[in-house]
């Protein structure tokens, strides 16, 4: 099996959607931690169960986090291999970046064109 590494648009979209809220990236940190029910997640947050139920919902069409049954427990833990996917896309994002401000510093560095002519007759309007 060949592990894909490059996100196409769509999972992009739905990985920065999913991170774009507070509760969602803590609730992958704490998944990243340890597998959770969906109950004990709910438990640590001021809203109610069906909302912590739907921001599992986004993590999970993110890829970020899997979610299985066992009884009647939905436990959810992270997806290391999507959340390594989405810091390949970052440090890309970083190189370009890096690029930039390499080469915008090396441009900063060159000595000042000299403005002063070279002919005193342009500078007498003749």
């Known amino acids: 099996m060949v592990a894909q590494s490059e996100l196409t648009d769509e999972q992009t979209d739905r990985v920065f959607h999913a991170l ?3 509760t969602r990236r803590d609730i992958l940190r704490r998944t990243i ?3 959770q029910s ?3 997640l709910a438990r ?3 809203m109610s ?3 912590v139920q739907k921001h599992v919902a986004v993590l999970e069409a993110a890829g970020l986090i899997v ?3 066992e009884g009647r427990e939905r436990l959810v ?3 290391p291999a999507m959340i390594a996917r989405a810091r390949t896309l970052l440090a890309r994002y970083e190189e370009l970046w890096r690029a930039r401000i390499d080469r915008l510093d090396a441009l900063l560095a060159q000595p ?3 403005t002063t002519p070279e002919d005193p007759t342009e500078t007498q309007g003749v």
């Open 33 to 35: 931690e340890h597998e």
């Open 77 to 79: 833990r992270a997806d």
């Open 38 to 40: 969906v109950s004990a």
């Open 44 to 46: 640590d947050y001021d």
């Open 112 to 114: 000042a064109a000299d």
């Open 67 to 69: 979610k299985r049954a």
């Open 49 to 51: 169960f069906a909302a």
């Open 20 to 22: 774009a809220a507070s």
